[in-house]
Every structure is written in C-alpha cells, then in structure tokens.
C-alpha cells in the first residue's frame, strides 16, 4: 500500500519586490496583515525629493504577482526615515512610524495612521508626534485593529535620560486620543519601547534592549493590560538571559497569553549568536515554553526580528548569519512549531541570496504558512523583500494533494503520478 509523506516546502511567492533606489533600505519593516497584503517600509528612501525621508509601500497579490497598491507613501520631510516601522492590522489599514521627524523638535518623531478610499491612501486623524526632541517616537509601532495604536519612543527621557516609553492611542471615530498614561521605562538608559507588539486593544509588550535588570543590557520584556482605567503590569519583568544580550530587541505575541522576546546579542551559542525565547502565561506567571532557541552560529544576531502569528509557530530573522556556502552576513530565517513538547524547526534554513543582504532584519508571518523576509542591505542597499509559502504537501488544502494521483494502489514495480494532468512514470 501507498503512504503520503508529509513535507515541508518552502516556495516563493511572486519575484522578488525590490526597492526604488540604491541605499533606500527597502525590507528595513515589513507587516503581513494577511496572505495577500504587504507593506515594506523604505526608511532612507528620498520620496519627493526630500533627503531620507522614507516611505512605505503597500502592495496586493494579484494571483500571479504582487502588485503596488497605491502610490508610495512619503515621509513627511528630510531625515524622517518614515517607514522605519510599519503595521498592518488589515489590508486597509497602515501604520508607519517615522522616528526622525522634527514636527516637535528635533527626532521627536512622529506615527501616521492611512486608510485605504478604494483609490488612495488617505491620512487618518493628524499626525501623532513624539513628547519632546530625540524621543524617536515611531522606532516602532503595532496595530492590533484600525482603531488602535501602539508606538514605542525609545529616546523618551520621562523617567530618566534615555529610559524610552510607550503610547497607547484609540481612534475616537474623528481623532487619535491617547489611551492610559505614558507607559515608561524602568531606569534611565533602557530604550524601553524599541519593540512593540499588541494582540488585541487591551494588551501590550514592551521591549527594553538596554535595561539592566540582569546585568548590563541584558534587556528585558514587560508585558500590559487594560484594566479599564489603566495599564497594569501582567506578571514581572522578563529579564535577559545574560548582560549585553539586548533582550527585548524584539517582541511579538500573537494573543494576550502568548510572548516572544528576541536577544539578538545573546553568547549561548558562541558570541552574539543571539536566541528566541516563548512565554506562556500561567495564569500568574510568564513560563518559559520550550528551551532557548539559539542562532546558529557566533554573529548570526538571530532574534533580531521575531514574529508570532499563533501561539505554535515563531519566525526568528538572523540578519548575521553566513548562510551554508557561506555569504558573509547574508543571513537567514528560520520558522518553527511547537509539537507539544519542544520547538521543532519547520522547513530548512531560508538563506539570503548574496553577501551583506542582511536577510531576516524584518520578518512577518499572517498565519503558519505564509512569511516575508526583508533583506535591507540587498542589492546595494537598494533592498528587497521576499514571500514564501511554508505549506506543508501533505496540507490538501494548501498544495498539490488535490490534484495529486498515485497509482495502481497497492504498486510492486512502477508508480504512476499525475499532477494536473501531468504524468511521470516512477519505476
């Protein structure tokens, strides 16, 4: 008798979406609301003409291509670096943090919020400045629904120099209003909010690279609830490993009982291998699951970008990583799932295809099967992001077992397969 074999494939999705310019750092963001909706943030792009302003541009799976939906989305003025980060909560919706800004002073930043017309992309509510200069408030951004906000403003100096805080905002239905006090950083110095990730409106992890909780910037996580009137904290913080791990680099949680937390500069598996940790909330407590997921090798910085699109499956973007031939910093991807008992990786290694690409600075995933891998570096600095589709074969749904014929069954010599009215004859 016949037994199908259950495989993991890795497969592109449309060519390669390639930035305007050389030096644009096209793949610097990316954010996946679905499998059939990108944007890509441009952060050094010269929109308008304006030096490193930025943009973003949304694009839209035709079927056979991925096509630009919308003209490109400019950052205001000079040194923006608008698309810095960027956030789709679906496909008509876009959030796009611009660190850069002077619209309060000098790198306060600022967030902007676009809806999709069905012709356009139009500004939602006015721009969302930084508290003061050098806040960088738009270093990172989540949307968990169009009507809500998050922004991390790692440059914030409310609790001290450099502590860095985090804004929670809810559309109001005519203005973006401000939802709960400023969410502050521990201790001067922390960058709190260089990460940000929100599941639903009421929850929200922080990441706070060069907090000093465990040694000097171990880095570590906090994670907020809603609890009607205020953010309280859930649980304690989530120290790094290790001093100079920059735990907290980045952070993702697909629901409000789930958190992944990158160390990109973690040692346990040689010098700034990097690693990803999952927590699981145990109804008073994180708990790690599973063991660490180490980078590969010394210098991959793997847990540079992290995402979660359900609590069993996590992208972990290693932008250092020298890939099998090898390319120097060509890096890779890797994607895993939970098999009940341990993190198993899903598929090979997705490398970056030449030297420098820094494959895996960002990286997306709207379900367990779909992932887009920004390479900033790539092509010149010109940048370029790539989708796959991770279906496994042996998914009737998502391959080719629909339309896949093996006969005679039972078979003693030869095997006939047809696919889509192609056949092969496998003695």
Known sequence: MLSILTLNAQVQIGAWIVGENFMNLSGNSVSMPDANTLAIGAPINDGFGLFEAGHVRAYSWSGTAWVQKGVDIDGEAIEDWSGTSVSMPDANTLAIGAPGNDGNGSDAGHARVFSWSGTAWV???????????????????????????????????????????????????????????????????????????????NT??????????????????????????????????????????????????????????GARDNDGNGLDAGHARVYSWSGT?????????????????????????????????????????????????????????????KGIDIDGWSPYNQSGYSVSMPDANILAIGAPAADSGRGHTIVYSLATIGDAENSLLAT?????????????????AEHFDVP
């Not at 904290?233 to 001093?243: C, L, P, R, T, W």
């Open 123 to 201: 500004q939602k509510g006015a721009d969302i400045d930084g508290w003061s200069p050098y806040n960088q408030s738009g270093y990172s951004v989540s949307m968990p629904d169009a009507n809500t906000l998050a922004i991390g403003a790692p440059g914030n100096d409310g609790n001290g120099i450099g502590v860095g805080h985090a804004r929670v905002y809810s559309w109001s239905g005519t203005a973006w209003g401000q939802k709960g006090a400023d969410i502050d950083g521990e201790a001067g110095g922390d960058w709190s909010g260089c990460s940000v990730s929100m599941p639903d409106a």
């Open 204 to 261: 929200l992890a922080i990441g706070a690279r060069d907090n000093d909780g465990n040694g000097l910037d171990a880095g570590h996580a906090r994670v907020y609830s809603w609890s009607g009137t205020a953010w309280v904290q859930k649980g304690v913080d989530i120290d790094g490993e290790a001093s100079f791990d920059w735990s907290g680099y980045s952070v993702s949680m697909p629901d409000a009982n789930t958190l992944a937390i």
């Open 285 to 345: 407590a994180w708990v790690q699951k599973g063991v660490d997921i180490d980078g590969e090798a010394v210098g991959d910085l793997s847990g540079h970008a992290v995402s979660m699109p359900d609590a069993n499956t996590l992208a972990i973007g290693a932008l250092g990583n020298n890939s099998f031939l090898p390319l120097p910093d060509a890096g890779h991807t890797r994607v895993y799932s939970w098999s009940g008992t341990a993190w198993g990786q």
């Open 404 to 420: 896949l014929k093996l006969y005679p069954n039972p078979a003693s010599s030869v095997i006939n397969v047809e696919v889509d």
